[in-house]
């Protein structure tokens, strides 16, 4: 069909009904004139390339789309209520760990620190590979045996044992260690296995995470020596 184009005019042939520049600079030219921005040279169809970047990329998008689309990008973020983040925020807000690993040398002397600082990295390490785990669909079982092992051979090291009386993940070590036990126990050495976390557990481990980050860097796995 034979149409016209509303910005420059002229006669076009148009595959759809609702077609209604002749070319993309003339769409963006009449995005531009819409919203007010003037082009030191408009007479010639072309862009100065001086524009906000955010008006050029907004230039390029389809004007031909409904308006009720358009309004829709403009509408203001709405929150998504999820259980995992409220039971991460109660995970904090029980305890004032953040606190004390932003600020450890109020709670720790300077003998302490060295083995908090050694056991920290590496259980940050640990807790995130657990994490990543168990948001895969299935892992090989000796990967799981590697990572129980990892947690015993970091809580039997002298480090470990040197940690001061109040640091606060010792029971969530051994808690790991036992139920990585139970889990290596009943899988074959070959095969895989769907690794899982509980909500409140993947809850307590991102509380935790967060918790180490204050004092401690993301380290990788193969970078570290857990005995």
Same mark, same amino acid.
């Given at each position: ?99 004390? !690993? ?19 990295? =590496? ?6 590979? $657990? ?63 769907? !690794? ?13 995470? !967060?918790?180490?980050?204050? $004092?401690?860097?993301?380290?990788? !796995? =193969? ?5």
């Amino acid at each position: 069909m034979t149409t016209t184009c509303q910005y420059c005019g002229t006669p076009m042939q148009a595959l759809r009904s609702t077609r209604k520049y002749c070319s993309d600079t003339c769409k963006q030219l009449a995005f531009y004139k819409r919203n007010g921005l003037a082009l030191a040279d408009a007479e010639t169809n072309t862009l100065t390339g001086n524009e906000p970047a955010v008006l050029q990329a907004e230039a390029k998008t389809d004007v031909d789309e409904p308006d009720y689309m358009i309004r829709q990008q403009d509408q203001p973020y709405q929150q998504v209520y999820s259980r995992l983040l409220v039971a991460v925020q109660e995970c904090l807000d029980s305890n004032n760990y953040t606190f004390v !690993f932003e600020n450890p040398d109020q709670y720790w002397g300077t003998y302490a620190m060295q083995p908090v600082k050694w056991v920290s990295l =590496r259980l940050r390490c640990l807790l995130e590979n $657990m994490l990543r785990l168990s948001n895969m669909p299935s892992i090989p079982n000796e990967i799981l045996v590697l990572l129980r092992d990892s947690f015993a051979d970091m809580a039997a090291a002298p480090p470990y044992r040197q940690l001061p009386a109040d640091y606060p993940y010792t029971a969530l070590v051994k808690d790991i260690i036992h139920n990585l036990d139970r889990i290596v126990h009943n899988v074959k050495p070959k095969g895989d296995t769907r !690794f899982r976390l509980t909500l409140n557990r993947k809850a307590s481990l991102i509380a935790c995470l !967060f918790t180490l980050a204050a $004092m401690v860097p993301l380290v990788k !796995f =193969r970078a570290l020596s857990f005995s």
